[in-house]
């Protein structure tokens, strides 16, 4: 059955690999060589390109690809007051290259007084015939991957207190985006995945986090945030084990977390890694409600190879044991580029993949 409302039966997570012309402007502006408003408008020009190329592959979702921004977390976290950023040592290594050791901190007890991605979601509807999509990392990015040093204790003494302020700011800021007119708002929630890995669990205790209790703090706080949006608004969740040119950081399936991700936390859909062993079997499903979508990500961003469509669909068939199929989608299990560096594929590949995406689904579900 065709779906006219997201996630769709053929969607995508969000990111998309930057132009040579775009990584070209964004190089010349750190280099001081070109104005804010030059890079804006070559921003501008190539994310509606960006627009169109999106619609000719057939796809009912479209974003602007996170042109404007370098990283799928910092920019937007930086755009919340109180938060600054620094250079450090990253906790939670890849397995291979490393981003850059930007790291994010408290300076200043949390708030909203305006975003600039409100104004890039209005440009990308302004572009669109089809649903205009935006994506912002999760609540918990803020803290999981840095703990109490996220937190000074001179701005929150008490932690109940910083993820109360957390859940109540990104509730303001999901509000800000419906009243422009948003309606399909993805969350960016690796951190949850990052649980289910035992040696992650040991990072985790070793500071001080008890990652039993993790999941249950960040799953109010994306109560919270969702807990003032309009009827018609739909909220998604993807998860995901790290991606940055095309490594990874966690393993292990989502059984630990399971049945509190789909029962607990209030979100329409949820985007899911399943492009690899590392994710574990599709067994977790058999906790989804009756009225929420999983979106599979079976098809890899980390690799340009296309994957057998016959495989694709025996996989959807072995996780609608679990879920009936009408609750399912299809997509890639992570952007093809949560920096702006990307990962190590061609962007013919890209597309080839999520054209193939659309036609599998139009296969399954007609």
Partial sequence: MLRTTPPFRADHV????????????RARRERGEIEAGALRAIEDEEII????????????????????????????????????SYYG????????????????????????????MIEHF?????????????????????????????????????????YRDLGATYRKVVRAFADAGCRY?????????????????DQVRA?????????????GMINAAISDIPSDMTITMHLCRGNFRSSFVASGGYEPIAEMLFNTIGVHGYFM????????????????????????????????????RDELKRRIEEAAKFVDIDQLCLSPQCGFASTEEGNVLAAEEQWAKLRMIVEVADEIWG
């Avoid at 969000?14 to 402007?25: C, D, H, I, N, V």
Wanted: contains cysteine; proline residues 8%; aromatic residues 10%.
């Fill in 14 to 25: 969000g990111s998309l690999l930057r132009t040579a012309a775009l990584k070209e402007a």
């Fill in 49 to 84: 390109a960006l627009i169109r190329k999106q619609e000719e592959v057939g796809l009912k979702s479209v974003t602007d690809g996170e042109y404007r921004r370098a990283s799928w977390q910092t920019d937007f976290l930086l755009g919340l007051d109180g938060v600054e």
């Fill in 89 to 116: 040592e990253r906790k939670f290594k890849f397995q291979g290259p490393q981003p850059r050791p930007i790291l994010l901190r408290l300076n200043a007890r949390l708030g909203f007084s305006g975003h600039p």
């Fill in 122 to 162: 209005r440009f990308l509807a302004q572009h669109t015939k089809a649903t205009p999509k935006m994506t912002i990392p999760s609540p918990s990015a803020l803290h999981f991957r840095y703990g109490r040093e996220a937190v000074p204790e001179a701005v929150y003494p008490s932690m109940d207190d910083f």
């Fill in 185 to 201: 708002l993805q969350l960016d929630e690796v951190n949850l995945a990052y649980l289910c890995d035992p040696a992650l669990c």
């Fill in 207 to 219: 500071r001080g986090d008890d990652p039993r209790t993790l999941p249950f703090v960040y799953a």
């Fill in 273 to 308: 890694e399943y492009d690899s062993a590392r994710a574990g079997g599709f067994e977790p499903l058999r906790f989804v409600p009756k009225g929420k979508q999983v979106v599979l990500g079976l098809v890899t961003s980390k690799a340009g190879t296309l994957e057998p």
